[in-house]
């Protein structure tokens, strides 16, 4: 759900996958990554993804089935679901 409601907020706000990484630090492959759900991001990067749309970190996780343990705070890249 975490990549799909990204997904949906990038594009309400116009935004590229290229445009949203350059703001985060981030490539465009592993914006498109989040999105598909082969890696989640740290919860840091979710609040920097968050304030990058203008929107709360809740409304990016909001419906999330998965356990919040496949989130991490400070993990090293790439976090990988579960790991």
């Known amino acids: ?14 935004l590229s996958q290229a445009d949203l990484a350059e703001k985060i630090g981030k490539t465009q492959q592993t914006v498109s990554w989040y999105e598909s759900g082969r890696v989640y991001p740290s919860l840091k990067v979710i609040e920097n993804i968050a304030q990058a749309l203008d929107v ?3 409304q990016l996780i ?22």
């Not at 759900?1 to 907020?9: A, E, Q, T, V």
């Open 62 to 83: 909001e419906g999330n089935n998965m356990d919040i343990n496949g989130f991490r705070y400070d993990c090293a890249y790439p976090c990988t679901p579960g790991k």
């Open 56 to 58: 709360s970190a809740a």
């Open 1 to 14: 759900m975490f990549g799909s409601n990204l997904r949906r907020i990038r594009k309400q706000k116009m």
